[in-house]
């Protein structure tokens, strides 16, 4: 089975402007989180979505947004694009009730210049 | 916050035994304690969960006090490819919540 996909892997973007990254879950998966990890620190989560409803929302500004499709993939978009917003950008797949934890993807690295 | 307490790092010499302790002094009655690691550039890999109970899986052991406010992650051969951050959080079961990461234990294997 594939694992959790993510795309791009790295991206290259310009202050002020906008993103779109990419997830698709484990088949079965219906919950999706989005966590951010600044390098030396730990991830911190982003958004949670479950059955296309978001579910969860960490301490993040209104630049960032997420949805899930009927498939279940998910995608986050971040708005006016600042140097701090550089980071790995990790997607999480889980069955609700599961007894094995999250499933997170190898990430996307995004780079403001 | 994290609600966990780990040291910043750890080594320990290949073949032998590993054990990452974690504090956990808050942690609610529903609550799970998780590990997880990060190789670096990678996502973090789930190794192991528990609530009371000591368990084992093929990758590692999780022992968890009896008053459940600390634990010790032991991984009994240690290898090279288990140099990793290793992370300590406890979550409720239900596959829905969100973890809290804090900045995990940096473990290195010494050859």
Redesign the interface.
């Known amino acids: 089975d594939a694992g959790?996909t993510q795309s791009p892997t790295h991206l290259i973007k310009t202050r002020g402007q906008q993103v779109t990254l990419r997830c698709s879950p484990i088949s079965g998966h219906k919950?999706v989180?989005w966590?951010q990890q600044v390098l030396g620190?730990?991830?911190?989560?982003i958004f949670?979505y479950?059955e296309k409803e978001e579910?969860?929302r960490?301490n993040f500004p209104d630049r960032f947004s997420a949805r899930q499709f009927p498939n279940y993939s998910s995608e986050l978009n971040v708005n006016a694009l600042l140097l701090g917003d550089s980071a790995?950008y990790?997607c999480?797949s889980?069955?609700?009730?599961?007894n094995?934890?999250?499933?997170?993807?190898?990430?996307t690295r995004l780079t403001v210049v | 916050d994290a609600k966990t307490t780990q040291p910043p790092s750890m080594d320990c010499a290949e073949g032998r035994a590993a054990n990452l302790p974690c504090n956990h002094s808050t942690i609610s009655g529903n609550e799970y304690v998780y590990w997880y690691r990060q190789i670096h550039s990678q996502g973090p890999q789930y190794i192991i969960h528990g609530l009371k109970n000591n368990e084992t899986n093929e990758m590692a052991s999780l022992i968890i006090t009896e008053d459940r406010k600390s634990s010790t992650l032991i991984l009994p051969h240690a290898t090279l490819r288990d140099t990793a951050v290793y992370y300590c959080i406890v979550s409720t079961h239900f596959g829905n919540e969100k973890l809290t990461f804090g900045t995990g234990t940096r473990l290195t294997i010494i050859p």
Do not use: D
């Open positions: 959790v919950s989180s966590y620190q730990g991830p911190q989560f949670q479950y579910r969860g960490g790995l990790l999480a889980s069955y609700l009730m599961a094995y934890g999250y499933t997170f993807g190898s990430g």
